[in-house]
T-cell receptor
Framework: DTAVSQTPKYLVTQMGNDKSIKCEQN?????MYWYKQDSKKFLKIMFS???????INETVPNRFSPKSPDKAHLNLHINSLELGDSAVYFC????????????FGPGTRLTVT | EDQVTQSPEALRLQEGESSSLNCSYT??????LFWYRQDPGKGPEFLFT???AGEEKEKERLKATLTKKESFLHITAPKPEDSATYLC???????????FGTGTRLQVFP
């Protein structure tokens, strides 16, 4: 059984387009996260939601908008894509807001051309 | 600002050659230090959580230790399947977010 899943796995798009990445977890966790991993493998948190409520909102451009329709889903919508948005985006989940034992999805490799 | 530094950046070992990975942190009031393993093309996989200086955790060939300034991930008699990037992350006192280091890329050759 897949614990944290993301779609799509790969996303290639042109500058200026709008795209979404979807994440689902079946672990029964109440907290979900979006991370960005750059080309140097540095993993940085973008957002976190606890019970559909936004908890962490790091300094990311307003073009990035997370949406959590329920505890098991956290989607990421990106408007007006830029070259610098190219990265691997990971979704993760945990039980509680203290970040303990976060379980990560397989990642979505976004390439903006 | 909370910071995490991992060394070395890359490590090449012969199978069976034990070694250690280092994670240094500057966090006042550490609430937890986490080790993750990341295989190419995959998401990080949780390994250990350490909460206080002196604590140790073990899993197969891996042992994680914690002091007030750093953590070590000791790898005893590694096998090629231990090859991966090992990430360290810390949780500070006034935040709910993990701060990750840039990782150590470990390659174990037969």
């Amino acid at each position: 059984d897949t614990a944290v899943s993301q779609t799509p796995k790969y996303l290639v798009t042109q500058m200026g387009n709008d795209k979404s990445i979807k994440c689902e977890q079946n672990l029964g966790h109440d907290t979900m996260y979006w991370y960005k991993q750059d080309s140097k493998k540095f993993l940085k948190i973008m957002f976190s939601y606890n019970n559909k409520e936004l908890i962490i909102n790091e300094t990311v451009p307003n073009r990035f908008s997370p949406k959590s329709p329920d505890k098991a889903h956290l989607n990421l919508h990106i408007n007006s894509l830029e070259l610098g948005d190219s990265a691997v985006y990971f979704c993760a989940s945990s039980q509680g807001v203290d970040g303990y034992e976060q379980y990560f999805g397989p990642g979505t490799r976004l390439t903006v051309t | 600002e909370d910071q995490v530094t991992q060394s070395p950046e890359a490590l090449r070992l012969q199978e069976g050659e034990s070694s250690s990975l280092n994670c240094s942190y500057t966090v006042s009031g550490l609430r937890g230090l986490f080790w993750y393993r990341q295989d190419p093309g995959k998401g990080p996989e949780f390994l250990f959580t350490l909460y206080s200086a002196g604590e140790e955790k073990e899993k197969e060939r891996l042992k994680a230790t914690l002091t007030k300034k750093e953590s070590f991930l000791h790898i005893t008699a590694p096998k090629p399947e231990d090859s991966a990037t090992y990430l360290c992350a810390v949780l500070g006192p006034n935040t709910d977010k993990l701060i990750f280091g840039t990782g150590t890329r470990l390659q174990v050759f037969p």
